[in-house]
Every structure is written in structure tokens, then in C-alpha cells.
């Protein structure tokens, strides 16, 4: 790969790295004008954060990690016992450590959830009987695809056969 | 083929990932969805019942301070009012709002089938809406709710000065409902970042968008901090002596100020973004100066980070220089984008429609919010008019006549696409109408009370300090905007109940991906009858129409030599 392809193929991570760059310049430009430390830390601290989305933007670049979401849990419940456990956490704030005794139900259903029952098993299939490793399919596109296109939807049958073959659920 | 062989042939488990049709409309489904346009409406539909809960509250304090020497209410529970007023719509309605409409739009507008990680966008929704109730339960509590203004300054908001389970809730509320909003944000920007389709590259991608990028940068850069502010201050509540310590109360405004500002900007850049795509949809051009404002958001957006030390001038713990410097350079990229709105308007074929003037409108109306805000951000005038109802005028001419000009126009023109009907547009002119001139009556004589002197909550003022007539015509300007919210509530359920405006894919002729789709879009946004068409700019329907045209035009026709055609069958 040419450093120019490579360049424009890590677009989303340079948008996120200039932006935090222009921040952490903005934060240490506070030292010409104000010699406490807190907003200069304050400053650079959350540019850290946006640093760290970035490198995360970066890594998920280098993995290829990239294109349309396809891969989707068919339900949310675990979303919905986060929220109730982190309700409990902060009503024990505010009334009390006894609060915590409702806690463990909350988690153990969002553990349970998240880790297992929104995902689908390996055998699942669609009404036609087609395997549905991968739901929802891919956005039909109104143009025939590209070579790179092909070469990318092989690479995808190659990994789900691969995981299908293990018994991974998706 | 007999029940046996046709039982032996169905396979073992069924693809559960998009309900079946008959299941979709159960509120079992709605609570557990993974769809993001489905978990952007549940946080709009709450964030716009929210809006009107929290408006009745601003009509009480309003009522309160139409005469003076009036006791409608109590001093404390006045407090009450505008504390949950203030924070409930910057924490509960503007930035959910902001933000859940990135959620609905920009899976859509960059051609993708979902959002990235929608069950932590789910989260998002419930740690809002418990938050919410947080927040509201300190009205069932023996002293009241939250009473210490939305910003909760220490050593008033410890539990010395202001005892109660009201303020521990309301501290709890905003925390999670805050966090709720970082989840949502997070994934809404990796999916523009990563999740796009491949023709979507990063310069095809649609104005809001961009602003949508801009504005969740801020929330991971920025909100955080108010999670940290919200931690001390529950310290605090718990050992009330450290706030005997200046150093914790400084630290607490800087905490508070470094989230709060960039928050305003969280407010309107979604906005700014509507209203781009408005101008230029109803203009029949594309959006004047593309890159620039893409650039001039970015920029926007980096120095809103840097700018919340203009708010603690008058604790003297702030630079001067600093502040009013990076205030001062907002002009820059802010000018670009209203020489961008200005410059698509001018020349193109105007089309004068509900969205269209909520978007002409929120161009000077916001200019007003905004050219005051630098005022206020200026030492010399800060001084002169800090905790006055200056800086209420200016606060709501940014976020009631500018913001909510530009959620109006959002709602106006992706109603339609969200439901598949359109609003009356008598109705909806009327709410325009009611809204424009009550926001002006309202907020404009604020401007003149704050030069007077008279100060922020405060819950009551004699007759000899003149402020009553001032505060009559913005009572009754508060009448309007409480009319228009009525006339609005009426178009909406008589549009839904006759359902006798189908609004067809794409009512408008819009040039973004979103009008390529159903109205409503199908649970995975685009299928075999509506897929995604070329992608050659960032407007892509309008460069499809102009193709066509061209076509029909010269009598050309590229698929006979070869090349692509869109809208026909694959």
C-alpha cells in the first residue's frame, strides 16, 4: 500500500487526531496566559479522552474493522438491565447502602444477556432456510459491485464458514 | 409435499435479528429494539414530552414575575421551578435531542444498515430516562426538588446549605442521564467514522453529518468532566467541610464550566447542520462552500473546548486574555457558516415551506444568541452584566430562538420520513408564526431588564424598581410560544390520527441518502426496493436528478455504451 493510500485510509483517525491536537495546542497555550495548573490539566485531560477514541479509531482502521455495521444482537434487554442496575446504584447513593441488596438481579440479567442471549446460536437460519451468521444482510447497492467489492464479500463468506465451522455464534 | 418432509425442511432456529412485521409494533419490541432509528425515536419522543413538562414550569416562573410583589409560588419552590426548568432542558430535552437526532439520521445518511453497538446506544436511552425520573422524584420529596440553579454551584449546593433528598436525586439524575448521552454519542461517531457504506467516503458525507461528528467529539471530550463535577459534588453532599475550602469550589466551576460551555455547543451544532441541509434542499442547490464548513465545524468545535473560563471571569480565578481570546476567534469559523448558509440561499429557487422558515429564521435569530454571547465574553461587559437578565436573554436567543428554531426544522422535515406522513402545513405556518413573534416578545425585553439591573432568580421584585413592564410584554410573549407549542401538539396528532397526507419517499426532493430510502425506512434502512444509489458527492440525490435530466435532455442513455444507470431493477 503507497503512504498516500495508506494516508487517506486512515482518514477517520487523522479527523480524530487533528482535533486533538488542536485541543492539546489550545491547552498548553493556557500556560502563556495563566500559570495555575488545573486548567491546563483539565484541558489536556480531555483531550486525552478524544486521544483514546482516536487510537481506537486507528486500531479498528488497522484491523479492517471498517464498512457498514453487519453483524446486530435481535434484542436489547441487557441495555435495559444496565440502566435498572446502575438506577440501584445511585438510589444507594442517596438512600443507602441497603439499596445495594436489590443489585444483584439487575446485573446478573444484563451478564447473562450480554453475554449470551442476545446473540444468535451458530445454527440459526433465515425463513429460507439460508444460514444467518451474518443478519442483516449487507445494503443492496444500485450499480454492479466493484472488484474490491468482491474480493471483500469473499473474504466475509471465507471468515463466517470459518466461524460456522468453529461454532461460534455471531 | 406433507406436513412431515415440509416440518423436517424448516431449520431448527429462526433469524431473529429484525422482529417479524406482526411482532415489530409491540411495546415488548419498541423496550428491546436494536434499531437505531427506533431507539432515537424512544429518546425524541421522551426528550419532546420532557419539552412540555418543562415549559409548563417556565410559564409558572413566568407567571410569577409578570407583576411585581407576586407570591404565586413560594420563594424556595421558585427555586425549584427554574432549577428543573434550566437543567431539564439542557441535560433532559436540547442535548438529547442534539444528539438522538445524529442517532436517527447519520446511520441513514452514510448509507448503513445499523448503528455500531446499538445495545450501548440502548443503554444510553434507559440511564436517560432514569435519570429523568431521578430528577423529577425530588418533587415527591419532603423539601422539594433541586433548587440551586443547573450549574449547582458548591458551597449552596452541599448538604449544609441545601438540606434534602431533592438535590441528592437531582445530582444522581444528571450523572446517569449525562452518561446515558456519552454512550449515545460514542456510537453515533464511530458509526460516521467507520460504519459508513463504501461509497460514503468521509467528503461525501452530508453537512449535519459532519456537524454530528463535530458535536459528538465534544461530548467524549467534554461531558465527562460534568461526570467528575457531579462526583465532587456528591462528595460534597456526603462531607459538606470540604466545600469550606475555596480551592474545591474553583476546582468544582472549572469541572463544571469545562462540560458546560462545549455543552452549548452540543446544542446548536446539530442544528447548524439542520438548517445547512434545509437552506440548500429547499434553495434546489447544493450546499455553498462544503469543505470550508466542514473545516470551519472542526475548528468550531476545538475552540469551544477551550473557552469556559469566560464564564468564571467574576470569580477572578479565570485569564482574561485567554478567555475572551478564544472566545473572540468563535467569530472565524462561525462566519464561515453563515456565509455558507447565506451564500446557498442567495440565487437559489426558494421554496417558502414550514422547515424552510424555521431555518430562515434561526439564521438571525441565533446571530443575536451568538454576537451577544462574545459581548458576555468580553471582561469589561461580563463584569457589568454577569448575573443579570442580560445573560438570560442571550442564553435563551441561543438556545430557545436558535436551537429550537433549528429542532422545529428537524421535526418539520424528517417527520415525514420518520412516520410516513406529513404535517399540515397551515398548522404548521401558524406555530411558525406564533413562535417567531412570542420568542422575540419574550426574550428581547430580557436584554433591557439586565442593562436595568435586574438580576437572575430572583422570585419576586418591588414596583419601584421598574421592571414591570418589561416583564409583562415577555410574560405575554411566553403566551405565544405556549400557543405555538399547542397549535404544534394539534398538527401532530391530527396528522397521525386522519393519515391523510402520505408523504412518499421523499417529499421534499432532498439530495441526502435518507430520501433514497421508505418513509418509514425499513428496519435495516435500505432493501431490494430501496437501494443505496450512487454516491458520487455529498448530495447524492441532487447530482442523480441533475444526471437524469441531463439524460433526458441529450436523449443519452449510458447503460447502451456501458455505463451505470440508477433506478432501475438489479
Redesign the interface.
Known amino acids: 500500500m503507497s503512504p498516500a493510500a495508506g494516508l487517506k485510509g486512515a482518514a477517520p483517525a487523522h479527523v480524530v487526531g487533528l482535533w486533538a491536537t488542536l485541543n492539546g495546542a489550545l491547552a498548553l497555550a493556557i500556560l502563556f496566559y495563566d500559570p495555575g495548573p488545573l486548567p491546563v490539566v483539565l484541558h489536556l485531560l480531555g483531550t486525552t479522552l478524544v486521544a483514546i477514541y482516536g487510537v481506537a479509531v486507528l486500531v479498528t482502521l488497522r484491523r479492517r474493522g471498517t464498512g457498514p455495521q453487519l453483524r446486530l444482537p435481535y434484542r436489547s434487554v441487557a441495555a435495559g438491565a444496565t440502566g435498572v442496575a446502575v438506577l440501584v446504584l445511585c438510589l444507594a447513593w442517596v438512600y443507602g447502602v441497603w439499596v445495594l441488596a436489590l443489585l444483584p438481579y439487575p446485573l446478573v440479567v444484563a451478564v447473562i444477556m450480554a453475554v449470551r442471549g442476545e446473540r444468535l446460536s451458530a445454527a440459526a437460519a433465515d425463513a429460507s432456510g439460508a444460514p444467518a451468521l451474518r443478519a442483516p444482510r449487507s445494503v443492496p447497492v444500485d450499480r454492479a459491485p466493484t472488484s474490491d467489492e468482491v474480493r471483500d464479500r469473499a473474504l466475509e463468506i471465507h471468515h463466517a464458514q470459518q466461524r460456522r465451522r468453529r461454532g461460534e455464534a455471531t | 409435499m406433507t406436513a412431515e418432509t415440509e416440518s423436517a ?11 417479524p412485521r406482526s411482532r415489530r409494533g409491540t411495546a415488548a419490541a419498541w ?4 434499531d437505531h432509528k427506533r431507539i432515537a425515536l424512544l429518546t425524541l419522543g421522551t426528550a419532546l414530552v420532557l419539552f412540555i413538562v418543562v415549559g409548563v414550569l417556565a410559564l409558572v416562573v413566568r407567571a410569577q414575575l409578570t407583576l411585581p410583589d407576586q407570591h404565586l409560588v413560594s420563594n424556595d419552590f421558585y427555586n425549584g421551578l427554574f432549577t428543573i426548568h434550566g437543567s431539564g432542558m439542557i441535560y433532559l430535552v436540547v442535548t438529547p435531542v442534539a444528539i438522538a437526532l445524529g442517532l436517527y439520521l447519520v446511520p441513514l445518511q452514510v ?6 453497538a ?3 446506544a ?2 444510553g ?3 436517560y ?2 435519570g429523568t ?2 430528577i423529577f422524584a425530588g418533587f415527591a420529596t419532603a423539601l422539594g426538588p433541586a433548587a440551586g440553579g443547573w450549574y449547582a454551584y458548591p458551597p449552596l449546593n452541599s448538604s449544609r446549605y441545601l438540606p434534602g ?1 431533592g438535590q ?2 437531582w445530582i ?2 444528571v ?2 442521564a449525562v ?2 448521552m456519552i454512550f449515545q454519542a ?1 456510537t453515533v ?3 460516521a ?7 460514503v ?2 467528503m461525501r458525507m452530508p453537512v449535519f453529518t459532519w456537524s454530528s ?1 463535530a458535536t459528538n ?1 465534544m461530548v ?3 461531558f ?2 460534568l461526570l467528575a463535577a457531579m462526583g465532587l459534588l ?1 462528595w460534597g453532599r456526603v462531607f459538606p467541610n470540604i466545600f469550606t475550602e475555596n480551592l474545591w469550589n ?2 468544582y466551576q ?2 463544571f464550566w ?1 462540560f458546560a460551555h462545549p455543552v452549548v455547543y452540543v446544542m446548536f451544532f446539530p442544528f447548524v447542520g439542520v438548517v445547512a441541509e434545509v437552506l440548500s434542499t429547499f434553495s434546489g442547490r447544493r450546499f455553498f462552500g462544503y469543505r470550508a464548513t466542514v473545516v470551519s465545524l ?2 468550531f ?3 469551544s ?2 473557552v469556559w ?1 469566560h464564564h468564571m471571569f467574576s470569580t477572578g ?3 482574561n ?2 478567555y475572551s481570546l ?1 472566545s473572540i476567534l468563535l467569530l472565524v469559523p462561525a462566519g464561515v457558516e453563515y456565509f455558507g448558509f447565506l451564500a446557498t440561499v442567495i440565487g437559489g429557487q426558494l421554496r417558502f415551506t414550514v422547515p424552510m422558515l424555521f431555518a430562515i429564521a434561526f439564521v438571525p435569530q441565533f446571530l443575536i444568541g451568538g454576537l451577544t454571547g462574545i459581548m458576555v465574553a468580553t471582561p469589561v461587559i461580563d463584569y457589568q452584566v454577569t448575573d443579570s437578565y442580560f445573560i438570560v436573554a442571550h442564553w435563551h436567543y441561543t438556545l430557545a430562538a436558535g436551537s429550537l428554531f433549528g429542532m422545529f426544522a428537524a421535526f418539520h422535515f424528517w417527520f415525514p420520513k420518520a412516520t410516513g406522513l406529513l404535517l399540515d402545513e397551515r398548522l404548521g405556518r401558524w406555530q411558525f408564526w406564533l413562535l417567531t413573534i412570542g420568542t422575540n416578545v419574550t426574550f428581547l425585553p430580557m436584554f433591557w431588564l439586565g442593562l436595568e439591573g435586574m438580576p437572575r432568580r430572583i422570585a419576586t421584585y418591588l414596583p419601584q424598581d421598574g421592571f414591570t413592564t418589561a416583564n409583562v410584554i415577555a410574560s405575554a410573549g411566553a403566551v405565544l410560544i405556549a400557543l405555538s407549542v399547542i397549535v404544534t401538539i394539534a398538527n401532530v396528532v391530527t396528522s397521525v390520527r386522519d393519515r391523510r397526507r402520505p408523504a412518499g419517499d421523499d417529499p421534499w426532493q432532498g439530495f441526502t441518502l435518507e430520501w433514497a430510502t421508505s418513509s418509514p425506512p425499513p ?6 426496493e430501496h ?4 454516491v458520487p458527492s455529498f448530495a447524492p440525490l441532487l447530482d442523480e436528478r441533475a444526471r437524469e435530466e441531463g439524460e433526458e435532455r441529450t436523449g443519452d442513455d449510458p447503460t447502451e455504451h456501458g455505463g ?1 444507470r ?3 431493477g ?1
Open positions: 425442511q424448516q431449520p431448527e432456529h429462526r433469524q431473529e435479528d429484525v422482529p423496550l428491546t429494539t436494536t448509507g448503513a444498515p445499523a448503528v455500531a446499538p445495545r450501548l440502548m443503554t436511552f434507559w440511564l430516562l432514569a425520573v431521578l433528598t441528592s436525586l444522581a439524575g450523572f446517569i452518561l446515558g460514542g461517531l464511530w458509526t467514522l467507520l460504519k459508513r457504506a463504501k461509497p467516503t468521509l461528528i467529539l467524549i471530550g467534554a465527562p468532566s456528591a474553583i476546582a472549572h469541572l469545562f472542526l475548528t468545535a476545538a475552540f473546548m477551550s473560563g480565578q479565570a485569564s486574555d485567554y478564544t428496519p435495516t434502512n435500505f432493501d431490494r437501494p443505496l444509489p450512487r451505470l440508477s433506478g432501475g438489479r
